[in-house]
């Protein structure tokens, strides 16, 4: 299978696709409802679409609405695709039909990297604890879920260990540019500290 990998600029920047946002891995959008059965709905007719079983989307339904991601995995690519881009405009398509709006304050993504100066020693470990596969792209350096449900881990080689010879954890949030400054600002007037703001 041909890869179209795209870059998330590019996606973001496709005509149709304003409900979605690329967020770490992937693209996310939340669409409001008013009951699980409007949620339920709603995936039904996302599943009914012709071909969908070939390029599936991941869905999360809730009483309150339906959270779906649109990604492309390969042996040499994960990441959004031309073929993400198609999937995403016919899934908005549906979602206006049956009168639901986008809310993308709703998404974000989230990644567990632990750090340690020797990441391989380490990665066994996790596999065995979560049920974790590597990711085909990048099986030295990152696990994930195999359903796709929960958050990945990536491995951060770290030059020298903390005091005591341990590694470190930490976490990688994404949110809708346009939500970024303000999660920022919560963050920080719940007691957070800036350490580096360069990017």
Do not use: C
């Amino acid at each position: 299978m041909t890869i179209d990998g795209i870059s998330p600029r590019q996606f973001q920047e496709s005509a149709g696709v304003e409900d979605w946002r690329v967020l770490g891995d992937g693209a996310f959008a939340f669409f409001a409802t008013g009951s699980l059965e409007e949620s339920a709905r709603f995936a039904l007719a996302v599943a009914a679409l012709d071909g969908i079983d070939d390029h599936p989307p991941t869905i999360d339904i809730r009483a309150d609405g339906v959270t779906l991601r649109v990604v492309t995995r390969a042996d040499d690519w994960a990441g959004v695709t031309e073929r993400d881009v198609v999937l995403a405009r016919r899934i908005s398509t549906v979602a206006r039909e049956l009168g639901l709006t986008a809310d993308p304050s709703a998404v974000q993504h989230l990644l567990v990297i632990p750090g340690g100066p020797d990441t391989a020693a380490i990665v066994p470990f996790w596999g065995a604890v979560l049920g974790y596969v590597p990711r085909p792209d990048s099986p030295d350096e990152d696990l994930v879920d195999p359903r796709g449900r929960d958050v990945s881990f990536w491995f951060e080689q770290m030059r020298e260990p903390r005091p005591g010879g341990t590694g470190a954890i930490h976490l990688a949030v994404w949110v809708p540019a346009e939500e970024a400054e303000a999660r920022v600002a919560a963050a920080l007037a719940a007691g957070g500290r800036m350490v580096r703001d360069a990017n």
